[in-house]
């Protein structure tokens, strides 16, 4: 069963960075596309970032330009480089696939605040 471990949240203040990593366990991650979601208090979970198995990456409005995801296969990782963060992309961000999904992991929390 792939497992998905969610790191490199935090605290940030407005205008701040921060590096997302998603690792994930079996043998399907290189075949698979991922997605970065996240879960705002109050709010469904919501897709911002995709990539393709060949690493062609798709945006949602609310963080293009600012968001970029990226992955390693040969590492089964997925990453999410974000800057420019505002308070709104406080969240729990989740990675997996975009349909069909695995266990969802734990998440890591991300909270843009001064």
């Known amino acids: 069963q792939v497992q998905l471990v969610e790191s490199g949240g935090g605290l940030v203040q407005p205008g701040g960075s921060l590096r997302l990593s998603c690792a994930a366990s079996?043998?399907?991650?290189?075949?698979?596309?991922m997605g970065w979601y996240r879960q705002a208090p109050g709010k469904q979970r919501e897709l911002v970032a995709q990539?393709?198995?060949?690493?062609?990456?798709n945006y949602a409005d609310s963080v293009k330009g600012r968001f970029t995801i990226s992955r390693e296969n040969a590492k089964n990782t997925v990453y999410l480089q974000m800057n420019s963060l505002k308070p709104e992309d406080t969240a729990v961000f989740y990675c997996?696939?975009?349909?069909?999904?695995?266990?969802w992991g734990q998440g890591t929390q991300v909270t843009v605040s001064s």
């Open positions: 997996n696939v975009l349909t069909a999904f695995w266990p």
């Open positions: 079996g043998n399907w991650f290189s075949i698979s596309a």
């Open positions: 990539i393709t198995s060949g690493g062609r990456p």
